[in-house]
């Protein structure tokens, strides 16, 4: 029976014509996978596959998910995530090379086991950007971005949700004085103010939120100068979330992000404590959302 696989042009221009025919031909595919987006059980003889690329500084990570979940395509990761990624299951195709390109695969016989995860871990700190052409703002004295995740009840549906707040006043680039930008910097970028939360935000497309083997690893927005999108917010190590979290997400196959100045939400420790904060940050005009699609890890 062939192969239902996808392999994209551009995971196709990484890995090379040979080695992507042979995946297409079933030479060097998987007899089954899990799904690197949902995690559950795929057979790319029966049902549509996409050939996934992870591409780190040293090594090239070739995972398998549904096409229903994920189209094939290649997104770049720190080699720290990529390592992680690739600890975490077996079953997964990986190359030592400094570039993917024309890499030879040697591709695991089994089935990728499910990964193992703690209790959630809903908050994690992680610097944020730097004045440069990736990032679309500045935060003096180096801020950090807290990320809490949680789940949010609209008109009756939970969905996963990231709640994003400094740690200080963020200011726009090039500015000398003191004020707090970072609500209208994110305006700028296309994330909505809210005065309440009642209904799902519209999708803010070019970014996007990485989900890899189950974990939260970045949010990624448009890379200015083109190419692959680049991290907004990074994790300094995957993010653990609840099973519940992981089946919204993979549900509606989007993530709402909510971002906030800093002072306005606070580290909640309950999802009806975080709801509460973030209902008193739209009632003050005091928060921004958007619908961020699953990136294609």
């Known amino acids: 029976m062939p192969r239902m696989l996808d392999v994209s042009n551009e995971v196709r221009a990484e890995i090379g014509d040979e080695e992507a025919d042979r995946l297409l031909a079933g030479d060097s595919a998987p007899g089954g996978y899990d799904c690197t987006s949902c995690r559950t059980p795929g057979d790319p003889e029966q049902e549509r ?3 996934v690329l992870f591409v780190g500084d040293e090594t090239a990570v070739l995972a398998f998910a549904h096409s229903t979940c994920l189209p094939s395509q290649v997104v770049q990761v720190t080699e720290e ?4 990624a690739a600890r975490s299951i077996s079953g997964y195709a990986t190359a030592s090379t400094a570039h993917a390109q024309h890499a030879q695969y040697v591709q695991a016989a089994q089935h990728a086991q499910h990964a193992q995860t703690a209790p959630a871990a809903p908050y994690q700190e992680a610097p944020a950007p730097h004045h440069h052409s990736e990032a679309p703002y500045v935060v003096p004295e180096q801020a ?12 009756g549906e939970l969905h996963p949700a990231l709640v994003v707040e400094p740690t200080a006043p963020v200011a726009r680039p090039g500015s000398l004085g003191a004020g707090d930008d970072f609500l209208p910097l ?7 103010p809210v005065t309440e939360l009642s209904t799902a935000p519209a999708v803010l497309h070019g970014w996007s939120v990485l ?4 974990q939260l690893h970045a949010v990624l927005q448009p ?3 083109g190419g692959q999108p680049v991290a907004w917010w990074q994790a300094h190590q995957p993010l653990q979330v609840t099973e519940g979290w992981r089946a919204a997400a993979n549900k509606h196959q989007q993530v709402l992000l909510f971002a906030a100045p800093v002072g306005s939400i606070g580290r909640q420790p309950r999802e009806d404590l975080l709801r509460d904060a973030l209902d008193r940050a739209a009632a003050n005009g005091r928060l921004v959302t958007a619908a961020l ?5």
């Open 144 to 155: 950090v971005l807290g990320v809490t995740s949680g789940l949010v009840l609209l008109a």
């Open 49 to 51: 596959t996409s050939t």
């Open 293 to 297: 699609p699953l990136a294609g890890l």
């Open 186 to 192: 994110l305006i700028e970028q296309g994330f909505m």
């Open 81 to 84: 995530q990529l390592q992680s």
């Open 223 to 225: 890379n200015p100068n």
């Open 211 to 214: 989900l890899a083997v189950g």
